[in-house]
């Protein structure tokens, strides 16, 4: 099975602008996971998505969204980018099954650099 | 909140035993992980331990879990240079619909 794919895998950005970044799961999995990843902050959890529907969020600000569509690809968004939005954000799949261990397989990530 | 805490740093010899520790605040984490991390890499998954078990192995890998401490724990026997990486320990929590409560990293340097 082909793993989690993540595009682009870098980028570069002004401040004030906006950004798409776009995860495919691992076939068959409905449920994807956006995480931020920085040196300051650790690894920090932004939402999931299971069936097209945002199943939970973390504690970031509302420029930060998502999305999923039918085929379970997500995509997230961030508008009015800041410096601090420079990060690693890192897209995890599970099937998210009954009774499933809730196991999550991440993608390589997309850097985002924001100047 | 939900805390997972790791120690930042380990370096061990090559051919030696690595054991790198976590604690979690979270009592009702039913399932944890670890995730290994090399250099420009995702999060790769090692293995997991469900709550209710105290051990498991696997190949060179073997977690530990004491509930009543909150301490989990990865063993790596015989580590090779390969293992060089940063090594997260994860718990799950029901909270806010089910997420992944993750530690720092845990960096492992392995001397030749």
């Known amino acids: 099975k082909a793993g989690v794919t993540q595009t682009p895998r870098y980028l570069i950005k002004t401040r004030g602008q906006q950004v798409t970044l776009s995860c495919s799961p691992i076939s068959g999995h409905r449920s994807v996971s956006w995480y931020q990843q920085t040196p300051g902050q650790g690894l920090q959890f932004l939402f999931e998505?299971?069936?097209?529907?945002?199943?939970n969020k973390g504690n970031f600000p509302g420029r930060f969204s998502g999305r999923q569509f039918s085929n379970s690809r997500s995509e997230m968004n961030v508008s009015t980018l800041e410096l601090g939005d420079s990060a690693l954000y890192l897209c995890?799949?599970?099937?998210?099954?009954?009774?499933?261990?809730?196991?999550?397989?991440f993608g390589p990530g997309t850097r985002l650099t924001v100047t | 909140g939900e805390d997972v805490e790791q120690s930042l740093f380990l370096s061990v010899r090559e051919g030696d035993s690595s054991v790198i520790n976590c604690t979690y605040t979270d009592s009702s984490s039913t399932y944890l992980y670890w995730y290994k991390q090399e250099p420009g890499a995702g999060l790769q998954l090692l293995t997991y331990?469900?709550?209710?078990?105290d051990m498991k192995q696997d190949q060179r890998l073997t977690v530990l879990l004491n509930k009543k401490d909150k301490h989990l724990s990865l063993r790596i026997a015989d580590t090779q240079t390969g293992d060089s990486a940063i090594y997260f320990c994860?718990?799950?929590?029901?909270?806010?619909?089910?997420?992944?409560?993750f530690g720092q990293g845990t960096e492992l340097s392995v001397k030749p």
């Open positions: 331990i469900f709550s209710n078990m």
């Open positions: 994860a718990v799950f929590t029901y909270n806010q619909g089910g997420k992944l409560i």
């Open positions: 995890a799949s599970s099937p998210r099954l009954a009774g499933d261990t809730y196991e999550q397989y």
């Open positions: 998505y299971f069936s097209e529907t945002q199943r």
